[in-house]
């Protein structure tokens, strides 16, 4: 036999992806966007509230 058979069981298991870490890198873009659509809509709410 030249090609040994591989089993499932033998393959290297693989680790689930963690929703974390698929989000960290988006951070420094996200932030300061939600940041400033949270600074207008307070700004809103004060504006109307006056």
Given at each position: ?50
């Amino acid at each position: 036999m030249s090609h040994p058979e591989v089993n499932d069981h033998e393959a290297p298991a693989r680790a689930p992806a963690d929703a974390v870490e698929s989000i960290v890198p988006m951070i420094p873009m996200v932030l300061p966007i939600v940041g400033g659509v949270l600074i207008f809509l307070l700004a809103f709410i004060a504006v109307s509230m006056a």
